[in-house]
């Protein structure tokens, strides 16, 4: 499996406890092994926020790795075209740190085009997988280093290789938010519509409120400091320039359809605000996308209550993840009972 590099720690801590039948086997960083008693059940799932990408393994692509893949992609016994090919780099970068070895990205390329000039057809051309698609993985973890794996395509696996869809930061965004949110929405299904209205906590600069204006949502963006001025401009744009506590229901919209927080703060404190926000919006309220930090890996214990916390805010389904645009923390959405028809286009 691949992480956020530096969530190695988190990862691990939240299988002893998910899946204590999983033993550590090997790591580097933004890449972890594990090994179970017994062969994995060919239906075997991996239930984890902090892993992007995972699969069986088949180990290191020894000596030379494209004569180790051909020889893995024959014994899969798929018709030519029907597999899925997911070439990726476990991830390098460590936030303050120095980078590690490779420039993300191009070492995957260079093996991707390597693998589709020796096998050419055996692979399907679109490399984003659809439900029931087998996928062959191929881990660059260090220059010439191939680890080899395959999965099922299931609502449990990202659809994207190495689970991190391309996405491209516009030069008019006013932030990296600006992709965090983008994520989210690929992830879940991109249940906002034009029209909606969001309150967004932790708005400044806005690249978060940029992404839903272009999308024609209506934004209020609540705090003190100050935003860009592309995003004032915004006809659809609305500033509340004080923090989230002295911001009193009745200074908001009536009907709000989306609650967004992402704020450097403990956790609890993010979610006694929504709260707060949600009682009054039981009528119209679909969902809530969270970013809640996770800065020590003991505070993976306290993510099952977290959970629980944002489901008693009324939502009918809450999932929560390490998406690719985030650091050291995790995103978590909930929809309502309303936002879950609306997902299900029902």
Known sequence: MVCQAGAERHLKAELALSQPELRFAYSRPGFVTFKREGAFPADYELQSIFARAHGLSFGKGQGDPLAALRAFVDGCGAA???????????ETFVPGEEPLGFVRGVQAAHAKEAI????????????????????????????????????????AHSPYPGGAPRLALPEEAPSRAYLKIEEALLW???PVRPGDTAVEIGSAPGGASFALLKRGLRVVGIDPADMDPRVLAQPGFTHLR???AGVRTECLPESIQWLLLDMNVAPNVILNQVERLSRRLTGSLLGVYLTLKM???????????????????????????????????????????KGLTRAQGL
Do not use: Y
């Open 242 to 244: 004080e923090p989230i």
């Open 295 to 337: 800065n020590d890996p003991r505070m993976v214990a306290a993510i099952p209550k977290m959970i629980e916390h944002v489901r008693s805010m009324g939502m009918a389904r809450v999932r929560a993840r390490q998406l690719a645009s985030n650091k050291r923390e995790i995103a978590v959405f909930g929809l309502t009972k």
């Open 188 to 190: 879940t299904g991109n």
């Open 116 to 155: 589709l000039a020796a096998m050419p057809a055996r692979f399907a051309e679109d490399e984003v997988a659809r439900m029931g698609d087998p996928v062959i993985d191929v881990i660059v973890v260090e220059p010439g280093e191939w680890w080899l794996g395959l999965h099922v395509q299931t609502a």
């Open 80 to 90: 030519g075209g029907s597999l899925r090919l997911h070439v990726f780099e476990r």
